[in-house]
């Protein structure tokens, strides 16, 4: 095989998993990142003696790293150590009952009954069913690339065999009958950027993948990960820049004998490369990294047609009080609010406002990890799906007054004394996502991942503009979400080496 001067934009997790793959493979790998450490939306908030992960909290599917450092040669356990979460997720109702669920079947039919007894067979046939998408959605598929229509004819038959026709929620609730329920299986899609109203039903798959490899966290922090592979990218001979932001990348030839030949820093720096992986957002890479002339498919135009997932507001915040053994609060808490298919249509839609209620993703890491806070304190972050900035919602005004009614309503339903209690915070909304992570229109997630912008209609991993131009990272197929952008990584690589070897 013959080795390639290759330049990756970005260092989110595809980004890092791409870099170590293509460096144990012999290639000559530089990664440049625009802020002043690795990580992209994995990116770590140090305020005082907490540490703050800034995006993914959760691993599902800890072989996929494990991997990666064998095909490096090491063993994942020496860098990172990874630690697995039981129950996987405490869900709370509106009234603040709960459910637990981990990967023993017999404790969430126990849980089931205590809910709906009539519903303990539907779910057994739900998985039976989720077994069969798993195989075909993530196991066949996830790892290969739709760089031609025929491959998703291929695979159609399946797909509407299996009912990917159907959204996450309406496939549910054809075997689950109790409306809490039914939102304790369906609320996936959203760990990906997706409305389990419109997201496909091969999403469904989700909830049988944490139950076959469960549902686990890095001792550190995501972050701790990060420093992981930046250690392993070290030791590989890659070269990291941070601070180092990518302003174009250049293309040489016309129409079809377009190639990029490199990238201009904002620096001014051109440095020149056979094969250029962007780990960042697809459309601003398009939109603000190619000229429109080197654009034949990926025009501004189609761009801003297309529908991109929620945004989220974050808010990382420490506590000189611990609460890990107070109440019923466990590592990772998601708690619904009164409505559900109306809250998702206020998300999903861009109706112009923030609405009133919300459900949240409460994350306590210092749960199973005290080194995430000072000995005494507490650490946390409360994330919220709001709308992304195409709803036109005014993000310098509103912030403050939705950080305050988060902080109002655990403060009185599940962190008593939050607000007397509270020693450091920090908060990130769609503008830190459009700006700091220049995701358009401030998408946590890039496309969303509907049916119409899954597989092939996704931005294929190799782009349609040139062919030594790779994509990897939640806009790119299969998607959002650990297993996807590793998984994104792992085609790049594979492409790469058919079209070098």
């Known amino acids: 095989m013959s080795k390639r001067k290759i330049v990756i934009i970005g260092s989110g997790f595809g980004g890092l998993g791409a870099a170590a793959r293509l460096l144990a493979e012999g290639h000559d790998v530089t990664l440049y990142e625009a802020r002043d450490k690795l990580g992209g939306r994995g990116y770590t908030y140090e305020l005082g003696d907490f540490r703050f992960d800034g995006g993914p909290t959760i691993i599902t599917a800890p072989w996929m790293f494990d991997e990666i450092w064998e095909k490096a040669g090491r063993k994942r356990e020496d860098y990172v150590q990874f630690v697995k979460c039981d129950p996987f997720y405490r869900i709370f109702d509106h009234e603040q009952e709960f459910f637990d669920y981990n990967d023993d079947e017999m404790f969430i039919l126990n849980e089931i009954d205590k809910r709906n007894p009539d ?6 046939n739900f998985m039976k069913t989720t077994k069969e998408i798993f195989e075909k959605g993530f196991v066949q598929l996830a790892d290969k690339p739709f760089l031609s229509v025929w491959d998703m004819v291929k695979v159609a038959p399946d797909l509407i065999r299996l009912q990917s026709y159907k959204s996450v929620y309406r496939y549910v ?65 890659g070269k990291v820049h941070v601070s180092t932001p990518v302003a174009e990348i250049l293309v040489e030839g016309e129409g079809d004998a377009r ?20 780990n960042a957002d697809v459309a601003t890479t398009y939109m603000k990294m190619i000229a429109p002339q080197h654009r034949k498919k990926y025009t501004d135009q189609k761009l801003e047609r297309m529908d ?33 298919e109306g809250l998702l249509q ?12 919300f459900s949240l993703y409460l994350h306590m890491p210092s749960y199973t990890d005290p080194s995430m806070a000072p000995e005494g304190h507490e650490s946390f972050y409360v994330l919220s799906p ?21 902080i109002d309503f655990l403060d009185a339903k599940y962190l008593p004394g939050l607000k007397e209690h509270l020693v ?15 995701s358009y229109q401030g998408s946590a997630f890039a496309f969303e991942p509907k049916l119409t912008q899954s597989a092939w209609f996704r931005p294929h991993n190799r782009s349609e503009e040139m062919p030594n131009l790779y994509f990897v990272g939640a806009g790119t197929h299969p998607g959002g979400g650990l297993p996807g952008v590793l ?15």
Request: aromatic share 12%.
């Open 386 to 406: 709001v709308p992304n900035l195409k709803s036109g919602v005014d993000w310098e005004q509103q912030a403050k007054p939705y950080r305050d009614a988060i």
């Open 259 to 278: 190639r990029a030949k490199g990238v201009r820093l904002e620096n001014g720096e051109v440095v020149a490369a056979d094969v250029v992986i962007s």
């Open 119 to 124: 519903d303990k067979r539907g779910y057994l």
């Open 308 to 340: 991109y997932a929620m945004s989220l507001f974050v808010l990382y915040f420490g506590t000189n009080k611990q609460y890990r053994h107070e109440g019923t609060l466990k590592h990772h808490n998601i708690i619904l609010g009164p409505r559900y």
């Open 424 to 438: 450091v915070e920090h908060y990130i909304d769609p503008l830190h996502f459009q700006g700091d992570l220049r």
């Open 487 to 501: 998984s994104s990584s792992k085609i790049a690589d594979d492409l790469i080496r058919e079209q070098v070897a």
């Open 346 to 357: 206020d998300i999903f839609q861009n109706r112009g406002r923030v609405a009133d209620d």
């Open 173 to 237: 609730s054809q075997y689950v009958k109790d409306p809490f329920l039914r939102q304790v299986f369906s609320f996936h899609p959203l760990l990906v950027g997706g409305n389990p109203f419109d997201t496909p039903s091969i999403y469904a798959m989700i909830h049988y993948l944490e139950r076959e490899w469960g549902v686990w966290y890095a001792l550190g922090g995501t972050g701790a990960l990060v420093d992981a592979f930046e250690r392993l990218i070290g030791e590989l001979g």
